[in-house]
């Protein structure tokens, strides 16, 4: 059981440069979602996907685009790749009943921009 | 909404001994859900300890406990008897326990307490 599967694992990109971040969950999970993690401000949700065929904005989707391309993929693109956005990106998804469910990580995208 | 403040960027402690992690949020909300993340070198999100608002017990997880003080908006995390594996950065994390709306699960985060385990 491979849990939640992101690819690529680093990435060096030039400004202007596009990128897709691709995450794959194995879990029957309805809910994906994409963070990033930057030095003293935690984790921030970028988008989301409650269910398969749905997308919102979080908290900083500026500059990425997502698809929920069935429902266990999820991925982020970065059209125009900016040194703002360098960070560590996490995928993320849980399960039906909210009630009990967590949320379970991907190993994570460590992308620099220059 | 949310908000999870973590006042503490680094905390240090010698191994075998008791450390405790700090963390208060802000919510207007009365049914939700904590959590503290370990996040090792590897990169990798570890699910530490996970309690529920409607609980007035704290979460116990072997080494690992809280102290969930509802009324003060603060979750403290307790790591006894220290292990050198013990040493990550270590995240609160918040989720609103509400089906509907646009909760759908999102967690808010903290910004992260580093933890030095001293041999």
């Known amino acids: 059981n491979a849990g939640v599967t992101q690819t690529p694992k680093f990435q060096v990109l030039k400004t202007g440069q596009s990128m897709t971040l691709q995450c794959a969950q194995d879990m029957n999970h309805n809910s994906m979602y994409w963070y990033r993690q930057d030095p003293g401000m935690g984790l921030r949700l970028i988008y989301y996907?409650?269910?398969?065929?749905?997308?919102d904005k979080g908290e900083v989707p500026n500059g990425y685009n997502v698809s929920r391309l069935n429902k266990r993929e999820f991925s982020l693109r970065l059209e125009s790749a900016a040194p703002s956005q360098t960070s560590v990106y996490f995928c993320?998804?849980?399960?039906?009943?909210?009630?009990?469910?967590?949320?379970?990580f991907g190993q994570g995208t460590r992308l620099t921009v220059v | 909404a949310q908000t999870v403040t973590q006042s503490q960027p680094e905390m240090s402690v010698q191994e075998a001994e008791t450390v405790t992690l700090s963390c208060t949020y802000d919510t207007s909300e009365s049914d939700y859900y904590l959590f503290w993340y370990k996040q090792p070198p590897s990169r990798q999100m570890i699910l530490v300890i996970r309690?529920?608002?409607?609980?007035?017990q704290n979460a116990t997880e072997n080494r690992f406990s809280v102290n969930f003080q509802k009324a003060a908006k603060s979750f403290s995390l307790k790591i006894s008897d220290s292990q050198l594996g013990d040493a990550a950065m270590y995240f609160c994390a918040y989720r609103s326990a509400y089906a509907g709306g646009t909760s759908y699960g999102k967690l808010t985060f903290g910004q992260g307490t580093i933890l030095t385990v001293h041999p």
């Open positions: 309690q529920e608002a409607y609980k007035q």
């Open positions: 993320a998804s849980s399960g039906p009943g909210l009630r009990r469910a967590e949320a379970f």
């Open positions: 996907s409650a269910s398969e065929g749905t997308t």
